[in-house]
């Protein structure tokens, strides 16, 4: 156990995880607490962001805790990154948050709009500011119009954002 632990190979952490996931099959606090440990040292190992989140999500869904266990592992590991720098679930965290936002958004489009709201949810899937996309949400839900929704952004390649940038340059040019 101790020579996978120390290993730079992804496999032998994978390895442990399983073998510590059986172990602890039974004890919730001890698999919160590996669980963590593993977590840690796929951090301390200094290995990319994406490596770490993969590796993260197959370790996640091999040692599954209760949802109040969860709520604690993400604490510690909150904590953890936020101790050493080390913004690697945060993203994670962030994806999630933001697919959350899109389902909520598409939940209430769809309702309200059916599928007149197709063609300004391709555009909203494209964005990525979550900042935005709360803005959208909460205008979702109060809008006459789905174009009234189009002025909280500028669609990638819009004819909005074309217009400015020619008015930019012609202001320039006097």
């Known amino acids: 156990m101790e020579d996978l632990e120390k290993s730079a190979n992804p496999f032998a952490i994978l390895v442990l ?27 301390l190992r200094g290995w990319s962001a994406d490596r770490v989140r993969s590796l993260f999500r197959f370790i ?7 949802a ?6 993400a604490e510690q590991i909150a904590k953890f990154e936020e101790d050493n720098h080390m913004p690697y679930v945060t993203s ?21 709009f059916g599928s007149a709201a197709e063609s300004i949810l391709s555009e909203i899937r494209q964005l990525s500011d979550v900042e935005m996309l709360e803005q959208i949400l ?5 809008v006459e119009r789905l174009e009234d929704l189009a002025g909280l952004w500028d669609p990638p390649g819009s004819r909005h954002t074309a217009d400015q940038e ?9």
């Open 17 to 43: 995880a399983h073998l510590k996931g059986q172990e602890t099959r039974d004890v919730p606090w001890d698999r919160l607490a590996w669980k963590f440990r593993l977590v840690r040292g796929l951090f």
């Open 60 to 66: 996640d869904w091999m040692m599954e805790l209760p």
């Open 68 to 73: 109040e266990l969860e709520r604690q592992l």
């Open 92 to 112: 994670i965290e962030r994806l999630g948050i933001k697919k959350g936002l899109m389902r909520g958004i598409e939940t209430i489009l769809e309702a309200r």
């Open 138 to 142: 909460h205008k979702a839900s109060t």
């Open 166 to 174: 020619e008015g930019s340059s012609q202001k320039e040019e006097l």
